[in-house]
T-cell receptor
């Protein structure tokens, strides 16, 4: 059973703090990893993609991937109230005859002013 | 620059009816995927269309079918609606040309089956 696991939260952090969101996956063939942000009642919006082990930074966001541990994380620095949303982790096999994203249930983040 | 467009935005249907949802991909994208998102859950893959053919299918019954047109737009059809089909239906488009920038989601169609 291919699964993506996330803590459902809610995760509450004060404004200006670092929010850390974690995700584990069971399919070792997974090659592409994505973090989507979804505001209540809206569609998912791509925040970060990562394909290689290590860190990838984009503004206040850093994605970390460890394929050996089957673990991917998202750090949000200087968290803002506008970051309050559900964060979805998604994985894809990519290039192995599989073209579907498998999503976790999402972690709800609340940034307290 | 138009993103992914879905219609309608909301829909109420009666159990047993049939429904058609529509999606226009982002400009430059040639692949369309459909996802179902139940309340409080992550999106679940229904199927993907490329070159007007179903390329991959998720764990959904045959009541769910689709189509892709020559202009890359797509339809999702659901027959014999069940109460459990009530969900947000998301269309995501992507390009097969390198580099891969990921999937872009539309705003979704909220389907309520009563």
């Amino acid at each position: 059973q291919k699964e993506v696991e996330q803590n459902s939260g809610p995760l509450s952090v004060p404004e200006g703090a670092i929010a850390s969101l974690n995700c584990t996956y069971s399919d070792r063939v997974s090659q592409s990893f994505f973090w989507y942000r979804q505001y209540s009642g809206k569609s998912p919006e791509l925040i970060m993609s990562i394909y290689s082990n290590g860190d990838k930074e984009d503004g206040r966001f850093t994605a970390q991937l460890n394929k050996a541990s089957q673990y991917v994380s998202l750090l949000i620095r200087d968290s803002q109230p506008s970051d309050s949303a559900t964060y979805l982790c998604a994985v894809e096999r990519s290039g192995a005859g599989s073209y579907q994203l498998t999503f976790g249930k999402g972690t709800k983040l609340s940034v307290i002013p | 620059d138009a993103g992914v467009t879905q219609s309608p935005t909301h829909l109420i249907k009666t159990r047993g009816q049939q429904v058609t949802l529509r999606c226009s991909p982002k400009s430059g994208h040639d692949t369309v995927s459909w996802y179902q998102q139940a309340l409080g859950q992550g999106p679940q893959f229904i199927f993907q269309y490329y070159e007007e053919e179903e390329r991959q299918r998720g764990n959904f019954p045959d009541r769910f079918s689709g189509h892709q047109f020559p202009n890359y737009s797509s339809e999702l059809n659901v027959n014999a609606l069940l109460l459990g089909d009530s969900a947000l239906y998301l269309c995501a488009s992507s390009s097969t040309e390198a580099p891969f920038y990921g999937y872009t989601f539309g705003s979704g169609t909220r389907l309520t089956v009563v």
